[in-house]
Nanobody
């Protein structure tokens, strides 16, 4: 079985920083893409940032220039460095992995979510 374990959420003041981590473990053949999504109360889950195994990245317009996604392929771990945080960044952040359990078996996995609260 595959698990995605997130860490790094918490409470931070506006303008502050947090770093989220997500480690994938289990019988994984390879991971194509990993990313972070977030869901605020009463809103739909939205993509924050994603990164492929080759290092290509994609960011939501609302976080460009403030958030940086990175990845350690050897550790099956993805990171999200969040700077200049705003109250509107408050949400539950979910890790996502598009991975293969075999050369032809592709699956989508989610972490349990970690709360990020930006408030003074």
């Amino acid at each position: 079985q595959v698990q995605l374990v997130e860490s790094g959420g918490g409470l931070v003041q506006p303008g502050g920083s947090l770093r989220l981590s997500c480690a994938a473990s289990g019988s994984i053949f390879s991971i194509y893409a990993m990313g972070w999504y977030r869901q605020a109360p009463g809103k739909q889950r939205e993509l924050v940032a994603a990164i492929t195994s080759g290092g290509s990245t994609n960011y939501a317009d609302s976080v460009k220039g403030r958030f940086t996604i990175s990845r350690d392929n050897a550790k099956n771990t993805v990171y999200l460095q969040m700077n200049s945080l705003k109250p509107e960044d408050t949400a539950v952040y979910y890790c996502n992995a598009d991975l293969f359990l075999s050369p032809t078996a592709e699956y989508d996995y989610w972490g349990q979510g970690t709360q990020v609260t930006v408030s003074s």
